[in-house]
């Protein structure tokens, strides 16, 4: 059991540039979450998904897509990368509705020049 | 403007010294969770605290949770050097679409020497 699992640990990307962050989880959850965490600043929700094929909107989306195709996975796309797009990803995921916890991965490290 | 504002930003005390980290709103959420994060890893739930007033401990950690449900505390006694970590609040308010969604504070980083 990995629990939350991200692919890649570290990504170098230059401006215009186009790159996809994958997340797998294999605890069955229904939730999955993308946030974005920038020093001081805690961590921002980007894009989250309620089930398998739905996708909505979070405080911070404009500059990136998501996709969820398969229950346990959940993409992030920035199709244009930008320098104002340096930062660290999480992905979470969560059992169900009325379930507080959610479970982290590892993170992804993305510099953008 | 964050919603939630955790302070201080950064602590740094002497191993057997108590600290206490406070997350402040002024919105109304229907729980508030503590999270830990060490570097390089993603952040891990220490505690979930629902009712007004609620105290929760967890070994040397206290957690409140205010009267009004606005705010928190983490109270840690005696830190150790295994305390030091990123401590983050985040609280949680339901939505039909999406049931319970988590903003997060900015953080309190707290380094523990020995």
Redesign the interface.
């Given at each position: 059991n990995a629990g939350?699992t991200q692919t890649p640990k570290f990504r170098v990307l230059k401006t215009g540039q186009s790159m996809t962050l994958l997340c797998a989880q294999d605890m069955n959850h229904e939730?999955m979450y993308w946030?974005r965490q920038d020093p001081?600043?805690?961590?921002?929700?980007i894009h989250?998904s309620?089930g398998e094929g739905t996708t909505?909107k979070g405080e911070v989306p404009d500059g990136y897509n998501v996709s969820r195709l398969k229950k346990q996975n959940f993409l992030l796309g920035l199709e244009s990368a930008a320098p104002s797009q340096t930062s660290v990803y999480?992905c979470?995921s969560?059992i169900?509705?009325?379930q507080?916890?959610?479970y982290?991965?590892?993170?992804t490290r993305l510099t953008v020049t | 403007t964050q919603l939630l504002e955790q302070s201080p930003q950064f602590l740094s005390i002497q191993e057997g010294e108590n600290l206490t980290v406070y997350c402040n709103s002024s919105s109304v959420f229907s729980s508030l969770q503590w999270y830990r994060q060490e570097p390089g890893e993603g952040p891990v739930l220490l505690v979930t605290v629902v009712t007004g007033g609620e105290v929760k401990k967890l070994k040397r950690l206290t957690f409140q949770f205010g009267d009004a449900r606005k705010d928190s505390s983490l109270h840690i006694t005696a830190a150790q050097p295994g305390d030091t970590g990123l401590y983050l609040c985040a609280g949680a308010k339901f939505t039909k679409a999406a049931g319970n969604k988590l903003t997060f504070g900015g953080g309190t980083r707290v380094l523990v020497k020995p």
């Open positions: 939350v939730y946030y001081g600043m805690g961590l921002r929700l989250y309620v909505a999480f979470a969560r169900r509705q009325t507080y916890e959610q982290f991965g590892p993170g | -």
